[in-house]
């Protein structure tokens, strides 16, 4: 995982610049970001093909 300790320097800058909120709003956003992206990618194998 070469991405992880960038995005754990993100959010450490995040928490420092800003307090909690700003930490915990980005982790809400990724969740939801991350959470749809993985359904599409479920769900896109279910997908009927008419042809």
Do not use: C
């Not at 909120?21 to 993985?38: C, D, E, H, Q, Y």
């Amino acid at each position: 995982m070469e991405h992880f300790p960038h995005a754990l320097r993100l959010a450490e800058a995040a928490a420092e610049h800003e307090g909690a909120g700003n930490l915990l709003r980005t982790l809400l956003i990724v969740m939801v970001v991350g959470s749809a992206l993985t359904a599409w990618f479920l769900l896109r194998g279910y997908r009927q093909k008419d042809d």
